[in-house]
Each structure stands twice: as structure tokens, then as C-alpha cells.
């Protein structure tokens, strides 16, 4: 059932290992849900998450799902995408992101490879265009993309912390192993991977 994270990660980060740890839950300052409603699949995880929220009141949670969960009733910002929409909503992300200069170009150009044409793939991929194809609204994945990215300051500009957590609406899909990459690709773009 992992199959799709286990390609993804490897096309995106040349090894199955997935950066992230349990502390990194009290450090976010935004929770990227995607594919997963929490509250009812991995509900320890959750109430760890809860803990961390109260703890920490301004942490912002963007689920992503078709479906209106309980997790999503707890969201900031609930993206009620149409099913299967999971990559144009990520490249419309990176689009914001790339539009009003919120990636970290140091990271990119120290860590990865291929970036540019990561770039001209999501050119089309503006919110508009976005929010027709997902079933969005267009402010809302600009909204999104602001508190992913953790700064709307542009290049240089210090970075809250941001924690995806995904599961099987990603990975259980025939384009499993995109959604895997595509959500990945967003931590790369920012810099916001490798750290706590």
C-alpha cells in the first residue's frame, strides 16, 4: 500500500527515507494534511497534533480532501478538492510560490537538480486555472501556498516551519507515486525539508 510513497520518495529524494519526526508535530507552524483524515485513521497521531495546536495557538492546518472529515472540520483552511485533483492543486502551489518569489532559490540551487523544468511544468498552473480543474477557490490556494511556504516575504526572508502529513488518498491511486513527488517537490522548492 506504500508503493506510491516509496516511488515517490525515491524519484524526489533518491532514497525511501521520509524526513520527518514526531518533534517536528510541536514545531510546525503549518500542518499540510493531504490524503488522510486523521482524526478517524490515526487518532494517537492526531490527539499529539491537537496537543501541539494548544500549545502553540497559531499553528495554521490546511487540509486537503474531498471529503468533509473531522479532520477538515478542524482545519484554517479546508481545500475541498474534486477527487484526483491532488497534482494540479500541488503545481498551483509551486506556481504562487515561484510568482511571488516564496521559494528558497539557495536551496534549490545547492540541492537539487532539474529544477527549471519543475518550473516551466507548473507555468500553466495558475491559482485560476487551478481552482477551475480542483473545484477551489482561487484565494484559497494562494492562502495556501503562503503559509506553506512560511513567509510572504519573498527570497532571504525567514521561514516558519512546515509538516506534510500524507497517507493513503495519496499513495492508494493510480498517480500515487505524482501526488507523492508533487507534495514533495513543494517542501524542496522551499527549503523546507532536512531541518526541524
Request: glycine share 8%.
Amino acid at each position: 500500500c506504500m508503493s506510491s510513497a516509496v516511488a515517490g520518495y525515491k524519484a524526489t529524494l533518491g532514497a525511501d527515507a521520509p524526513p520527518a519526526c514526531y518533534d517536528d508535530i510541536d514545531l510546525a507552524q503549518t500542518v499540510f494534511i493531504t490524503g488522510a483524515n486523521m482524526a478517524w485513521a490515526h487518532p494517537v497521531l492526531y490527539r499529539r497534533l491537537e496537543v501541539a495546536r494548544r500549545a502553540n495557538p497559531s499553528q495554521k492546518w490546511i487540509v486537503a480532501d474531498p471529503r468533509r472529515t473531522e479532520t477538515a472540520a478542524d482545519a484554517d483552511l479546508h481545500l475541498q478538492l474534486l477527487p484526483g485533483t491532488d497534482v494540479v492543486l500541488h503545481h498551483a502551489l509551486l506556481h504562487v510560490m515561484l510568482w511571488e518569489g516564496l521559494t528558497d532559490n539557495s536551496f534549490i540551487a545547492a540541492h537539487t537538480t532539474g529544477f527549471e523544468a519543475l518550473r516551466d511544468r507548473v507555468r500553466e498552473f495558475t491559482p485560476a486555472h487551478a481552482a477551475q480543474v480542483c473545484g477551489l477557490k482561487a484565494d484559497h490556494i494562494v492562502q495556501a501556498a503562503r503559509w506553506f511556504a512560511g513567509t510572504t516575504s519573498g527570497e532571504g526572508a525567514p521561514r516558519t516551519p512546515t509538516l506534510s502529513l500524507y497517507c493513503q488518498g495519496l499513495n492508494q491511486s493510480s498517480s500515487g507515486t505524482d501526488k507523492n513527488s508533487t507534495l514533495i517537490n513543494l517542501h524542496l522548492a522551499t527549503g523546507q525539508i532536512g531541518k526541524p
